[in-house]
């Protein structure tokens, strides 16, 4: 890739460690996975953790050690969420799997992204063909959540998890990237960075680059400035329109967020259901609003309509605001 | 929808009624007989279909020529002490006392009255016969058996069908008034819909007219044939005004339309008809489940179930009803249609700009829709050009370009004005 194309790449990309050595966080995990590389040995994998801690990029980190710069030939890497069912997934192993390897390796490596998104169904058709495929074949599995993959994968696998960086670590980084493209970063806006990231760092570099695009100085306000647009206040607006019992307005904001902004229903579901702890009702009304939400959430994956089912959803909130439900 | 339109707009002047001169010629000779004090009859019979302005020229008549206006209609109870008090009294009494109160008495709609009201219609010919002033029935249908007796003692008068251009002329003028730019294809589509009936095609008028200073075709589109036997709004009516089940669930039966747009008309509609919080609640929670059903009828093509599906959609609803007050409150078009025939568009443009970031940055489309492309967004509304040239490198083609930024364009979303804490979500 040429330089002036680097120029204009997500900076998520374009500072994306390479190599393990360039991952500054998770010591522990980048300190076992070296020996990997050292032996040219390993075990089926499963990489669990929150969003933006490196799981998918340390992946291929070990692939670029162990099989060096063209280790994309015997590096596969599949998305769970993306891929039609697991089918799609089996041919696709089946097909990487055969083919020889043309490295020093014994084995290549195979990684699928948001396992948890399959179905204990599909994890058990994947279990058989990981261990169809073990002598040619290592499966890295990524997660958020390790128990949400089935137990017969989970005994199967070394399991590594993944935690949130810390502030120094995700300093780090984002001074490494602002050293690089000449950006001026302040101490508060670093600290306000990393207080909306919360140790994801793929939303602190998104941060960042979002507002460096802006041309000045990052102080805390302009940080502030680049959440409260990108990150969807709608959700937050949207319950609270119904809370104040305006039912309408609260649609409304719901059909923005869903036909115009593009959001799957199942995020906004989940973004409702971390807002329902911050809202002021009482706590048995929580356990009743999660209660519902969850039950509109199974709905939506069943293939309810999205709108119709989380109106519901809203309709009940209202009733909660005046203190009816 | 402040005041409905078909009540702005109703004619003040004999010169402001659309169409049917030549009846109303006939009428106003007949008035006139009146204020000469020689009536050719004691009443005249108008009659023909909906909405082409009998009752309104009763109303400008009436106006234009000093009358008060007597008006009983047909959803008035017509029992025949009623109607002989109100009637007699008003038909007697200003010629006795020689005062300047003349009066029309107006009894609409006669060929709606029940079998029961016999005794009614053998009050009005009674009455017809010792009037000192003039009356005036509507019906629809004047060759109705029951109105026999009637027809022999009334001047008969038919209303047709307005021409098209005649509601075409009507809907510009309200449209001039309301300050609106209407397209001439538009309005003549409302007009043919409306099949001759004015006040239908004005109240489509003020429903596609709602919240927009311009309408184009493309804006009438989705009306849908107005089915004769029973308008959308009247069946809605029903289903939010039912005290039982079965009656919701008959009135779906009324209308030739498709469920899931009836679905439609019915939550769009939920809010503003059912006022109270907990009806609300319920109705919607009915709804829900009614969709879960439907969605069953399509993923596991068990037509069967469908009956379920309509049944909870319209009883649930009407079930819901308990704290509500009655209270007219006018019917929206279910705005979300115009979105749901374009979101899977949408969303397939959005598949392919997140499958090409994807790829890259080593994650999935929905990560990238979620957590990428706002940022993206971001940037290409505060520094285009990198934003497009950043896109660009990403292989994006001009048309996927031009959907993200028109993403930031159309106003969804303000630009960021305010400032500190209270920014963040």
């Given at each position: 890739m040429s330089l002036?194309?680097?120029?204009f790449e997500?900076?998520?990309e374009?500072?994306?460690p390479?190599?393990?050595?360039?991952?500054?966080?998770?010591?522990e995990?980048?300190?076992?996975?070296?020996k990997?590389v050292?032996?040219?040995t390993?075990?089926?994998?499963?990489?669990?953790?929150?969003?933006?801690?490196?799981?998918?990029?340390?992946?291929?980190?070990l692939?670029h050690?162990?099989?060096g710069e063209?280790?994309?030939?015997s590096?596969?890497?599949?998305?769970?969420?993306?891929e039609?069912?697991?089918?799609?997934i089996?041919?696709?192993?089946?097909n990487?799997?055969?083919?020889?390897?043309?490295?020093?390796v014994?084995?290549k490596?195979?990684?699928?992204?948001?396992?948890?998104?399959?179905?204990?169904?599909?994890?058990q058709?994947l279990?058989?063909?990981?261990?169809?495929y073990?002598?040619?074949?290592?499966?890295?599995?990524?997660?958020?959540?390790?128990?949400?993959?089935?137990?017969?994968?989970?005994?199967?696998?070394?399991?590594?998890r993944?935690?949130?960086?810390p502030?120094?670590?995700t300093?780090?980084?984002?001074?490494?990237i602002?050293d690089?493209?000449?950006?001026?970063?302040t101490e508060d806006g670093?600290?306000?960075?990393?207080e909306?990231a919360?140790g994801?760092?793929r939303?602190a570099?998104n941060?960042?680059q979002?507002?460096?695009?802006l041309?000045?100085?990052?102080?805390a306000?302009v940080?502030?400035?680049?959440?409260?647009?990108?990150?969807?206040?709608e959700v937050?607006?949207?319950?609270?329109?119904?809370l104040k019992?305006d039912f309408s307005k609260?649609?409304s904001?719901?059909?923005m967020?869903l036909?115009?902004?593009?959001y799957?229903?199942?995020?906004?579901?989940?973004?409702?259901?971390?807002?329902?702890?911050?809202?002021d009702?009482?706590?048995?009304?929580k356990?009743e609003?999660?209660?519902?939400l969850?039950?509109?959430?199974f709905?939506?994956?069943?293939?309810?309509?999205?709108?119709?089912?989380?109106?519901?959803?809203?309709?009940?909130?209202?009733?909660?605001?005046?203190?009816l439900? | 929808?402040?005041?409905?339109?078909?009540?702005k707009?109703?004619?003040?002047r004999v010169e402001?009624?659309?169409g049917?001169d030549?009846?109303?010629k006939?009428?106003?000779?007949?008035?006139?007989s009146?204020?000469k004090?020689?009536?050719?009859?004691k009443a005249a019979?108008?009659?023909?279909?909906a909405?082409?302005?009998?009752?309104s020229?009763?109303?400008?008549?009436a106006?234009?020529?000093?009358?008060?206006?007597?008006?009983?209609n047909?959803?008035?109870?017509?029992?025949e002490t009623i109607?002989?008090?109100?009637?007699?009294?008003?038909a007697?009494?200003?010629?006795?006392?020689?005062s300047?109160t003349?009066?029309?008495?107006l009894?609409?709609?006669v060929d709606?009255?029940?079998?029961e009201?016999?005794?009614?219609?053998?009050?009005i010919?009674?009455v017809?016969?010792?009037?000192?002033q003039p009356?005036?029935?509507?019906?629809?249908?004047a060759w109705?058996?029951?109105?026999?007796?009637?027809r022999?003692?009334?001047?008969?008068?038919?209303?047709k069908?307005?021409?098209q251009?005649?509601?075409?002329?009507?809907?510009?003028?309200?449209?001039?008034?309301e300050?609106?730019?209407?397209?001439?294809e538009?309005?003549?589509?409302?007009a043919?819909?409306?099949e001759?009936?004015?006040?239908s095609a004005?109240?489509d008028?003020q429903?596609?007219?709602?919240?927009?200073m311009?309408?184009?075709?493309?804006?009438?589109g989705?009306?849908?044939?107005?089915?004769?036997?029973?308008?959308?709004?009247d069946?809605?009516s029903?289903i939010?005004n039912a005290?039982?089940?079965s009656?919701?669930?008959?009135?779906?039966?009324l209308?030739d339309?498709d469920?899931?747009?009836?679905?439609?008309?019915i939550?769009?509609n939920?809010?503003?008809?059912?006022?109270?919080?907990?009806?609300?609640?319920v109705?919607?929670?009915?709804l829900a489940?009614a969709?879960?059903i439907?969605?069953?009828?399509?993923?596991?093509?068990?037509w069967d179930?469908?009956?379920f599906?309509?049944?909870?959609?319209?009883?649930?609803v009407?079930?819901?009803?308990?704290a509500?007050?009655?209270?007219?409150?006018?019917?929206h078009f279910?705005?979300?249609i115009?979105?749901?025939?374009?979101?899977k568009?949408?969303?397939?443009?959005?598949?392919?700009i997140?499958?090409?970031i994807?790829?890259?940055?080593?994650t999935?489309?929905?990560?990238?829709?979620?957590?990428?492309i706002?940022?993206?967004?971001?940037?290409?509304?505060?520094?285009p050009?990198?934003?497009?040239?950043l896109?660009?490198n990403y292989?994006?083609?001009s048309?996927e370009?031009e959907?993200?930024?028109?993403?930031?364009?159309?106003?969804?979303?303000e630009?960021?004005?305010?400032?500190?804490?209270?920014?963040?979500g």
């Open positions: 002036s194309t680097r120029e997500l900076w998520v374009k500072y994306r390479k190599t393990l050595d360039e991952i500054v966080d998770q010591k995990i980048v300190e076992r996975l070296r990997f050292e032996t040219k390993m075990p089926h994998c499963l990489f669990a953790g929150p969003p933006g801690t490196g799981k998918t990029t340390a992946a291929h980190c692939a050690d162990l099989f063209d280790y994309r030939e590096f596969l890497e599949l998305n769970a969420s993306d039609r069912g697991i089918d799609v089996r041919t696709t192993v089946k990487f799997a055969r083919s020889a390897t043309l490295t020093d014994p084995f490596i195979l990684v699928l992204d948001e396992a948890d998104n399959l179905t204990a169904d599909a994890q058709a279990r058989r063909t990981m261990e169809k073990t002598d040619t074949c290592r499966f890295i599995l990524s997660c958020n959540y390790s128990n949400r993959i089935i137990e017969p994968i989970q005994s199967r696998t070394a399991i590594f993944f935690t949130p960086l502030p120094e670590d300093y780090i980084y984002l001074k490494r602002c690089a493209e000449g950006v001026k970063l670093a600290r306000a960075i990393y909306v919360e994801d760092l939303k570099v941060t960042l979002a507002a460096a695009s041309g000045k100085p990052i102080i306000d940080v502030y400035d680049v959440v409260g647009w990108v990150h969807p206040k937050a607006e949207m319950m609270d329109y119904a019992g609260s649609r904001s719901l059909r967020l036909y115009q902004r593009g799957a229903g199942s995020d906004i579901i989940k973004r409702m259901h971390s807002r329902i702890f911050e809202l009702v009482s706590e048995k009304q356990i609003l999660i209660n519902y969850g039950e509109i959430d709905r939506v994956a069943q293939g309810a309509d999205e709108e119709v089912q989380i109106s519901a959803f809203l309709a009940r909130l209202a009733l909660v605001g005046r203190g439900g | 929808m402040s005041i409905p339109w078909i009540v707009y109703r004619p003040k402001e009624v659309v049917n030549d009846s109303k006939k009428f106003i000779e007949w008035i006139e009146w204020v004090g020689e009536p050719i009859r019979l108008l009659y023909g279909p909405g082409v302005g009998k009752t020229l009763v109303e400008a008549v106006k234009t020529y000093g009358y008060d206006l007597v008006e009983l047909a959803s008035d109870q017509r029992s109607i002989k008090r109100i009637v007699g009294i008003a007697s009494q200003g010629t006795l006392t020689g300047a003349r009066r029309i008495i009894l609409d709609e709606g009255m029940s079998e009201d016999r005794g009614g219609l053998k009050a010919v009674e017809l016969e010792r009037t000192r009356i005036v029935l509507t019906a629809n249908d109705d058996p029951k109105l026999t007796p009637l022999s003692v009334c001047l008969m008068i038919e209303f069908r307005l021409k251009w005649e509601v075409v002329k009507k809907l510009r003028d309200i449209c001039l008034k300050g609106i730019e209407a397209d001439r538009a309005l003549e589509f409302i043919k819909r409306s001759g009936d004015l006040r004005i109240n008028l429903i596609v007219a709602q919240g927009r311009k309408i184009t075709i493309e804006d009438v989705w009306l849908p044939y107005r089915n004769r036997i029973e308008p959308i709004f069946v809605l029903i939010f005290k039982t089940i009656t919701a669930r008959r009135a779906l039966s209308i339309i469920p899931d747009m009836m679905f439609e008309w939550y769009e939920l809010p503003s008809q059912l006022t109270d919080p907990k009806d609300l609640a109705a919607m929670e009915n489940k969709d879960l439907r969605s069953r009828v399509k993923l596991f093509q068990r179930l469908l009956a599906a309509t049944e909870i959609m319209s009883g649930g009407a079930v819901a009803r308990e509500t007050k009655p209270r007219w409150t006018p019917f279910p705005e979300r115009k979105f749901l025939s374009s979101i568009e949408e969303r397939g443009v959005m598949d392919s997140a499958s090409k994807a790829s890259r940055c080593l999935s489309k929905r990560t990238v829709i979620s957590d990428v706002p940022y993206i967004l971001f940037m290409l509304m505060n520094n050009d990198y934003g497009v040239k896109l660009r292989d994006l083609t048309s370009i959907f993200l930024k028109g993403k930031v364009g159309v106003g969804v979303v630009a960021p004005r305010k400032r500190g804490r209270s920014a963040g």
